[in-house]
T-cell receptor
Framework: KQEVTQIPAALSVPEGENLVLNCSFT??????LQWFRQDPGKGLTSLLL?????REQTSGRLNASLDKSSGRSTLYIAASQPGDSATYLC??????????????FGEGTQLTVNP | AAGVIQSPRHLIKEKRETATLKCYPI?????VYWYQQGPGQDPQFLIS???????DKGSIPDRFSAQQFSDYHSELNMSSLELGDSALYFC?????????????FGQGTRLTVV
């Protein structure tokens, strides 16, 4: 059974810092990995998606990397801003996706960026 | 761009009552998923439908059932509600586009059982 772990559970940084969020998964046979952002009580916004054949994806100040063999992904946020404060979730989609395989989520990292 | 629509956004029910949550996926998306997120927890997969057929089943209680209709909207029916069913229920949809399947989530339905 796939298990996804995120470290740290919470992170508080001053504005402007670069930071790294970590995600690890137990079964490396994944189809892709997605990073989401969730604001308190709100829905999930997809940030980046990395296919299993890719090593990294970038969008603005965000960069996500994937090391499938070691079961790890990182989300790098450059020049953090107070508006980045949210919970960040990583989720893996297992192989055999054609019939709509599930996403397995980590527990998230709660990020607070202080002005 | 159209997103995943869920209704209602908030729902309050009493114990042992029944609730029906609705999800309208993004047009042309072929897969719908339901997730349950308890307070302070990560989303847990309940069930999914691919082209209107149940494709995967997770930790969905027997008291819950779901289906996808001919117009691709989906409903999650929850009976004999318990206090522990209070959670945020997400629907997501996806489509395989150029070899990539990305999930898009709705805003969720917050169910409170009192």
């Amino acid at each position: 059974k796939q298990e996804v772990t995120q470290i740290p559970a919470a992170l508080s940084v001053p504005e402007g810092e670069n930071l790294v969020l970590n995600c690890s998964f137990t079964d490396s046979a994944i189809y892709n990995l997605q990073w989401f952002r969730q604001d308190p009580g709100k829905g999930l916004t997809s940030l980046l998606l990395i296919q299993s054949s890719q090593r990294e994806q970038t969008s603005g100040r965000l960069n996500a990397s994937l090391d499938k063999s070691s079961g790890r992904s990182t989300l790098y946020i450059a020049a953090s801003q107070p508006g980045d404060s949210a919970t960040y979730l990583c989720a893996v989609r297992e192989q055999g996706e054609t019939s709509g395989s599930r996403l397995t989520f980590g527990e998230g990292t709660q990020l607070t960026v202080n002005p | 761009a159209a997103g995943v629509i869920q209704s209602p956004r908030h729902l309050i029910k009493e114990k042992r009552e029944t609730a029906t949550l609705k999800c309208y996926p993004i047009p042309r998306h072929d897969t719908v998923y339901w997730y349950q997120q308890g307070p302070g927890q990560d989303p847990q997969f309940l069930i999914s439908f691919y082209e209107k057929m149940q494709s995967d089943k997770g930790s969905i209680p027997d008291r819950f059932s779901a289906q996808q209709f001919s117009d691709y909207h989906s409903e999650l029916n929850m009976s004999s509600l318990e206090l522990g069913d209070s959670a945020l229920y997400f629907c997501a949809s996806s489509l395989r586009d150029r070899g990539i399947r990305r999930a898009f989530f709705g805003q969720g339905t917050r169910l409170t059982v009192v």
